[in-house]
C-alpha cells in the first residue's frame, strides 16, 4: 500500500512570507502527528489531528498551525515566517496513535528553507 | 523537565559485532518506548515498540530492553552488516494520543 506522502518535498520562502505543506496519510489511518527537525533540536512535536480535531499540540507559537480533513489528509501552515523556521517537516500516520505495535510511518519530508 | 537522552552522538563497531545503544529518561515515566531508524534525507522508519510491563522485546536481529528501574531502555542489533549504518532514534509516548518525545539520535556507523 503507498505511505505517507508529503508535498512538496523541498521549498525556499523568503522571511515574512507564509507556507503551507501537505500530508496524505496511509490509507485508513486516522491519526496524523507533525514534527519538525533541525540539526539543534531534533525531532519535535508540533501537533496531532485525529478525525479532523487536533488533540495533542507541542510547544510551538500560534504562527505554527494545522488542520485534517475528513479523508484525514492533513495540512500545516505556518505564517510569518521566520529564519529559524528552516528545518524538514516530517508527517507521520498512524491507525489510532497511541498505543500501536506499529509505531508510526513518517513521511519523507519537506525541507523548507527560509531565506 | 521531560527528557529523553542518548548516550553517544556516533557509535562505530566492525561488521558481525553486536551494536548497543542506551536510551535513558527522566522525570517522567512513559507508557512505551519507541526505536526508530533513520536514513539521510528520509523520515524515520519504526523497529520496535516495548511496553512499561515488558522487560525486553525481539525482531530478527534487533532486540529491545526496558527498565523503567534504571529508566533505561537499551538497543541492540546483532551481527551487525554495513547496511544497518543510519541514525536511531529512541522515543517515548504515554496513553495520551499520538505524541512522541524523540532523543536526539545516535549515529551508527558499521565497517566492513
Known amino acids: ?115 | 523537565s521531560q527528557k529523553i537522552e542518548q548516550n553517544s552522538e556516533a557509535l562505530n563497531i566492525q561488521e558481525g559485532k553486536t551494536a548497543t545503544l542506551t536510551c535513558n529518561y527522566t522525570n517522567y515515566s512513559p507508557a512505551y518506548l519507541q526505536w526508530y531508524r533513520q536514513d539521510p534525507g528520509r523520515g524515520p522508519v519504526f523497529l520496535l515498540l516495548i511496553r512499561e510491563n515488558e522487560k525486553e522485546k525481539r525482531k530478527e536481529r534487533l532486540k529491545v530492553t526496558f527498565d523503567t528501574t534504571l529508566k533505561q531502555s537499551l538497543f541492540h542489533i546483532t551481527a551487525s552488516q554495513p547496511a544497518d549504518s543510519a541514525t536511531y532514534l529512541c522515543a517515548w509516548g504515554n496513553n495520551q494520543g499520538g505524541k512522541l518525545i524523540f532523543g536526539q539520535g545516535t549515529e551508527l556507523s558499521v565497517k566492513p
Not at chain 1, 30 to 46: D, E, H, I, N
Not at chain 1, 65 to 89: H, K, P
Open chain 1, 1 to 115: 500500500k503507498a505511505g505517507v506522502t508529503q508535498t512538496p518535498r523541498y521549498l525556499i520562502k523568503t522571511r515574512g512570507q507564509q507556507v503551507t505543506l501537505s500530508c496524505s496519510p496511509i490509507s485508513g489511518h486516522r491519526s496524523v502527528s507533525w514534527y519538525q527537525q533541525t540539526p539543534g533540536q531534533g525531532l519535535q512535536f508540533l501537533f496531532e489531528y485525529f478525525s479532523e480535531t487536533q488533540r495533542n499540540k507541542g510547544n510551538f507559537p500560534g504562527r505554527f498551525s494545522g488542520r485534517q480533513f475528513s479523508n484525514s489528509r492533513s495540512e500545516m501552515n505556518v505564517s510569518t515566517l521566520e529564519l529559524g523556521d528552516s528545518a524538514l517537516y516530517l508527517c507521520a500516520s498512524s491507525l489510532e496513535g497511541a498505543l500501536t505495535n506499529y509505531g508510526y510511518t513518517f513521511g519523507s519530508g519537506t525541507r523548507l528553507t527560509v531565506v
